[in-house]
């Protein structure tokens, strides 16, 4: 029964082929583009956690405070209110994973006749283990040179290549600021941070190096930030609070006073801007999903005049005993048809979209298996809710008055 009803739906479509290309077309452009949108909102949603991942998880950076002089006030980290100490402190604290305490500047790299302007950071080998961060060649520097002071260098990619250029710098030696050092390996590449900044353009060297040889320190053992780890992203706001009590303990702050520091949850901003990214991503789907209600409308508006059409052919199925709901049926399953078939083309269309997108526009695009599925189960049910109306419309028809129908 079913497939006879398929057979004559199928038929009532090719005698009017123009007109069901037409009326397939909305579904087409309406499910080529959620496909696209959706493809490009999760690309970009999919490239701004990959950023985050690189800067590594449950993340804090504890900032030294800011100080004045000359009545001129300086920014967070001027003042030198933070230790190694504070650092071997907060590790202490149970929801801590890993800590690592920095002393950052800006140095000149030469080697031979190349030269290169980076970011110069004085940490402990724990700093590799808090950015989630491994070492592509050579190996990292060891506990062993921390407490020497040794002048070993791990290099970041960028830095790496524009000294180096194609060859490989471990073994070799650098100077920074006119002193020597011996790279000892090169950082594997974690790309840009989330504002932007080339996280390869780095280098890293012992924290008591760059204290005693390179930048100095106002005073013995103090650092500009230190970066922590907490063991999950559930004990994240517990250990803020920990870190922000233990730190105003150590610096015997009084209760009505400022903090001489200032703790920043890294986690936090990285979340926001993923969320943003996953609000867009759902705002574009919804946008796109707009054409699939206007390819519904177009269904309906066909399908009506189909009926209209079709009256005294309605007429005569009733008058020989055909009951309500075949007639229901066999309008209802051309409105499906066409919509089924606008969405399988819609879907090849989005895809390819997608991949043009992707190839001459550089775009991050996800094409996922439940946005297709999605798509193709709103066209379905786009069909079914606008094709009803013109299928009862037709179903509910009296023989009579449709048998005199001109």
């Known amino acids: 029964m079913t497939g006879a009803m398929l057979s004559e739906a199928w038929m009532a479509m090719a005698a009017n082929r123009l007109r069901t290309l037409l009326t397939m077309l909305g579904m087409v452009i309406g499910v080529g583009a959620v496909v696209l949108m959706l493809a490009v909102g999760q690309g970009a949603e999919y490239a701004v956690r990959q950023s985050i991942s690189t800067m590594g998880s449950n993340l804090f950076i504890i900032l030294s405070g800011s100080t004045t002089a000359g009545g001129v006030r300086m920014g967070a980290g001027a003042a030198p209110t933070l230790t190694v100490t504070d650092a071997q402190a907060i590790l202490e604290l149970p929801g801590v994973r890993a800590v690592a305490p920095i002393h950052p500047g800006a140095a000149q790299i030469v080697y031979g006749p190349n030269n290169w302007n980076t970011s110069v950071f004085g940490t402990t080998p724990a ?9 592509s060649s050579g190996f990292p ?3 062993t040179d921390l407490r020497s002071g040794t002048r070993v260098a791990l290099l970041g990619q960028t830095v790496a290549k524009n000294l180096f250029v194609d060859n490989d710098p471990v073994g070799k030696t650098v100077r ?3 002193s020597p050092f011996v790279v000892v390996g090169v950082l594997a590449p974690k790309g840009q941070s989330l504002d932007g900044r080339d996280q390869d353009d780095t280098i890293l060297v012992p924290l008591t190096t760059a204290q005693r040889k390179l930048f100095g320190t106002q005073f013995p053992g103090s650092v500009r930030m230190i970066m922590a780890q907490a063991a999950s992203a559930d004990l994240m706001d517990s250990v803020e609070r920990e870190i922000n009590a233990l730190l105003r303990q150590r610096h015997r702050i009084r209760e009505s006073a400022d903090d001489d520091f200032s703790a920043r949850n890294l986690t936090a901003v990285a979340n926001t801007a993923a969320a943003t990214a996953q609000i867009m991503s759902l705002l574009l789907g919804a946008i796109a999903s707009v ?4 390819g519904g409308i177009g269904i309906m508006n066909i399908m009506l005049v189909s009926v209209t059409e079709r009256t005294r052919e309605i007429g005569i199925r ?3 005993g055909a009951r309500e709901r075949d007639v229901l049926l066999q309008f209802l399953l051309e409105a499906i048809i ?3 078939a606008g969405c399988l083309i819609g879907l090849v269309l989005g895809v390819g979209g997608a991949m043009v997108a992707n190839r001459l526009a550089g775009t991050v695009v996800v094409i996922s298996g439940s946005a297709a599925l999605i798509a193709f189960g709103v066209a379905a049910a786009v069909g079914v809710f606008f094709g009803y109306y013109p299928a009862r419309k037709a179903a509910k028809m009296d023989p009579i008055e449709a048998l005199r129908y001109q």
């Open 127 to 135: 700093y590799l283990d808090v950015r989630s961060w491994s070492v």
């Open 141 to 143: 520097f060891t506990e």
């Open 176 to 178: 920074i600021r006119q």
């Open 291 to 294: 054409s699939l209600v206007v």
């Open 318 to 320: 009733l008058a020989i």
């Open 338 to 340: 066409i919509s089924v």
